[in-house]
């Protein structure tokens, strides 16, 4: 395993690099960026299709916006209040920059100092802008780095809160280290809370959340899959049960690991320790598991080939969203059974969260597949 891009990096070249910067945040990085990539495709793609159109817009600048000037001087304070406290205590960020990013340790001084900067800068821009008033067009495709950043911090939110609820126990011992604590998050509960808000902002921008849907489909699950790379190079936990059995005979043209995997170097540091190994990260599990990993993002990209296939056999406004949710619910139904996760009593019988969350996903996309089909949206043409 590679917690950190510099193992990888010194593993096959030979070097004793320290880079603090962690495999699963580089791939969670790596993830949105390609997502964004395909959800910009795709709008570019419906409006040259006629399916989504520009929307016009009348702004006027008068004075200043306030709530761009409050903006940037937030900005200001948190750049400011973490880039100082990192370079003045570089060997705490080197040992474990997740826990100094997301923790409230910081300079105020510098982050008052950049607050002040950082607002003094807009301000002098906006005055700078005479009285005027301005109508401009905006194509679908350009809102695409606000809706990544949207569902990226609704995801997150929606994540932990998921999270914190399937672990209520352990929330409730320690709420402020749980939740500031990046380990912990819950892909459906990322998955709903981004959904809404992003359909919230694309119908406030003139896009049909139909649309948007079938837009962001492949790009969901393409990160998906990503991410879970990020997952199996860390070792973050996100693997499956215990696999002692022998690898079938059909089977064995494929590496062993990909089989049962012991995860050694895990970022979460389970396990036993490792003999001769120095460092936070020199542990492997006792027993093998299935790498759950693996197989969902195998399954991931399948699946993000089938929908780039079905989105020009599919014309119906929302159903390519609704096909996605029925392989989304089908792809974690199916590796929940070999996945170490929690269990909860829900009419009697032990699921996981993910397995209830799923099994409605499915129930869902069915359901929307026929009723777009029977309701379908109308098109608006370009004038």
Request: with cysteine; aromatic share 14%; glycine share 10%.
């Amino acid at each position: 395993m590679y917690p950190r891009i510099s193992d990888f990096i010194n593993d096959v070249f030979g070097t004793s690099y320290e880079w603090p910067i962690m495999s699963y945040g580089f791939f969670l990085t790596l993830a949105f960026l390609l997502s964004a990539l395909v959800v910009r495709s795709e709008l570019k793609r419906k409006e040259n299709e006629g399916l989504i159109v520009a929307k016009q817009e009348s702004k006027k600048q008068d004075g200043i916006n306030r709530f761009e000037f409050f903006l940037n001087l937030l900005l200001g304070f948190v750049l400011a209040f973490k880039i100082v406290f990192i370079l003045l205590n570089y060997s705490l960020f080197e040992s474990d920059p997740q826990a100094v990013l997301l923790s409230g340790q910081g300079s105020w001084p510098a982050g008052i100092l950049g607050a002040i900067a950082l607002g003094w800068i807009n301000w002098k821009q906006q005055k700078s802008i005479s009285a005027k008033t301005e109508i401009r067009s905006i194509r679908p495709h350009q809102h695409t780095a606000t809706i990544v950043m949207i569902a990226a911090i609704s995801g997150v939110i929606g994540a932990k809160i998921f999270h914190q609820l399937e672990n209520w126990d352990t929330f409730v011992q320690d709420p402020i280290g749980e939740l500031f604590s990046f380990a912990g998050l819950t892909f459906y509960g990322g998955l709903i809370t981004a959904a809404f808000f992003v359909a919230w902002y694309g119908e406030k921008q003139g896009i049909s959340w139909r649309h948007l849907g079938d837009a962001v489909a492949p790009a969901l699950i393409l990160a998906y899959g990503i991410g879970r790379i990020g997952c199996q190079i860390a070792g973050d936990g996100d693997w499956g049960i215990v696999n002692n059995a022998s690898m079938p005979d059909w089977l064995t043209f494929l590496p062993q690991w990909i089989w049962a995997y012991d995860y050694p170097n895990n970022v979460l540091g389970e396990g036993i320790r490792m003999a001769g190994c120095e460092g936070p990260y020199c542990f492997r599990l006792a027993d093998p598991v299935f790498p759950t990993p693996i197989y969902e993002t195998s399954m991931s990209l399948i699946i993000f080939g089938g929908l780039l296939l079905l989105r020009k056999v599919i014309h119906i406004p929302g159903q390519l969203f609704a096909v996605y949710l029925v392989f989304n619910g089908i792809e974690r139904g199916l590796i929940e059974q070999i996945r170490v996760n929690n269990l909860m009593n829900f009419l009697g019988m032990e699921i996981t969260q993910a397995q209830l969350i799923s099994s409605i996903l499915i129930l869902l996309g069915v359901t929307l597949f026929f009723c777009f089909r029977f309701f379908p949206l109308k098109v608006k043409h370009q004038k």
